[in-house]
């Protein structure tokens, strides 16, 4: 592949991870609500205000995404396909979404794997304003105090990304680890040294990313761009290893376990690592 250069001066700290505790939720996405605010409106109703969800056959009157898309030649390294719309309703099948704030509002940031009334399939980035909730739907998921993910600008990549910043004391020890790895970094290796150096282990992984290919164990995408989902493992010592989906920019998804030493991050990628799992 072509090597990957972003437009701006890299930071020196190839990570960003912060001590949390994450509280287990089990929250309603109520009927009608665009996805963002029925995330938002989810968490508020457990007292929580940052976390992360496991999404698991969402019904959906409208949802709209993006896909990996070739870099526009402003200096980004990749960017967004035009917006797809899922015709008639929908499901999201699997997914995982980060709560955090951008502009000072809620915001949500989504990959998942979802069809339309077809059967159809495609992968990608939900588009959270756009999509609309078509049923109460209970999810579980995360509910986080000590760290929270805040949208700002990056310097490196020139994206706006979610980065893990402090907030108030959790009332009890930290159990968690809220992590954003930088480019280049391999994603199994970074999240097994963060898991080995700051949280006891076994340690569970949620979350969601993009990395320069995806190589599994079996097979690879070899779209230069993709972004994936995180599935299931663990991080650190002699854990499980890490499963993902993923979507490359020709709409072209898979899944499987992830390779180590060979999936190095493309622009970001966001991570909960949860203690004690």
């Known amino acids: 592949m072509t090597p990957i250069v972003h437009p701006g001066p890299a930071h020196s700290a190839r990570h960003v991870a912060l001590p ?15 996805f963002g605010e029925a995330v938002a409106q989810g968490f508020a109703e457990q007292g929580a205000k940052a976390g992360y ?33 899922a015709p008639g309703a929908a499901v ?41 909730i078509a049923g109460d739907t209970q999810v579980e998921g995360w509910a986080l105090t000590g760290a929270h993910l805040v949208a700002r600008p990056d310097p490196e990549t020139q ?30 290796r970074a999240l097994d040294m963060l898991a080995d150096t700051h949280v006891s282990t076994p340690v569970k992984v949620e979350g969601i990313g993009s990395l320069i ?26 854990a499980d290893p890490l499963e993902a989906l993923s979507v490359g920019i020709d709409g072209g998804y898979g899944w499987g376990v992830l390779r180590k030493g060979e999936n190095p991050v493309l622009v970001t990628a966001e991570v909960l690592l949860i203690g004690g799992s």
């Open 20 to 34: 949390c505790h994450a509280r287990r939720v089990s929250i309603t996405l109520r009927e009608g609500l665009r």
């Open 213 to 238: 290919g995806t190589h599994f164990e079996t097979s690879a995408i070899s779209s230069y761009a993709t972004e994936v989902l995180l599935t299931g493992g663990q991080a650190g010592g002699n």
């Open 92 to 132: 999201i099948e699997t997914g995982g979404t980060h709560l955090g704030l951008r502009d000072g509002a809620p915001f949500t940031h989504t990959h998942g794997l979802w069809h339309g009334p077809d059967g159809t399939r495609h992968a990608g980035h939900l588009l959270p304003d756009s999509s609309v």
């Open 53 to 85: 969800l496991r999404l698991c056959n969402i019904p959906m009157k409208r949802l709209c995404f993006v896909m990996p898309a070739p870099a526009p030649g402003d200096g980004h390294v990749a960017w967004y396909s035009d917006t797809h719309e």
């Open 159 to 188: 994206f706006t990304l979610f980065t893990p910043e402090p907030t108030e004391a959790p009332d009890t020890p930290p159990n968690a680890l809220l992590c954003m790895l930088r480019p280049h970094e391999d994603i199994t």
